[in-house]
Each structure stands twice: as C-alpha cells, then as structure tokens.
C-alpha cells in the first residue's frame, strides 16, 4: 500500500478515560504503518463500550482493514461496524475503559466454554 494511499484516509481514535495510552499505542502503530491519525478524542466510557471498528466511508478497502489488522494485534479481533457518514473520518477505532475490556474477554472465553 503506498504511503500516499496512507495519507488520503482519516482515521480517528476514540478512548475511554482509561485507555489514553492504548490509544497512544495504536496511534504509534498506525503512524509506523504510514496512517496518521486525523482526530484523537477521549470520551465518556458510555461512548466507546466495545471494541470496534467504525467504518464511515466506502472509500476504505476490506483489503486495507486486513493489513491493519494482521499489522497491528491489538485490533485483531475487533468487529468491523458500518458507521454513518462522519465528516472527521473514514475509519474510527473505538477503544472501551480497560475494565469493559477485561468483562469482554471473559464473556468471550465463557462463550468458547459452553
């Protein structure tokens, strides 16, 4: 993927309070996979309750989704969610208060369980 390609797509991170340095981290990342990251917004923990992709905007690729995913484990497993249109990006990461997170996995290795 070219680095120009990088540059034309907004992305946005949006934390929970607890979360500012996982998203400095995948901030970090995307900017090592030549993404920078438009918008950077920490909001209440009742905005951003799952882990999840926000895409609102048919510009981005499911080719570019995989690359981010298989380069960056964090969001490996994290849901794609189609979005309505968001004039600040195309691409927004959602990052929960790291108890949401924790709750999240145990649900699902309970799930893997039954």
């Known amino acids: 993927m070219s680095r120009q390609l990088n ?9 929970s309070p607890d979360s500012e340095q996982d998203a400095l981290g995948l901030e970090h990342s995307l900017m090592q996979l030549g993404y920078g990251v438009k918008v950077k917004r920490e909001v209440r923990a009742a905005d951003c309750v799952h882990e999840q992709i926000l895409l609102s905007n048919p510009v981005v ?25 968001d004039p600040e990006a195309d691409l927004t990461f959602v990052i929960p208060s790291a108890k949401t997170r924790t709750i999240n996995k145990f649900n699902q290795y309970q799930a893997r369980l039954n």
């Open 7 to 15: 540059e034309q797509l907004n992305i946005a991170i949006k934390y």
């Open 61 to 85: 690729k499911s080719t570019t989704i995989n690359h981010l995913r298989n380069s960056i484990p964090m969001i490996a497993s994290w849901p794609e969610v189609i979005a309505a249109r």
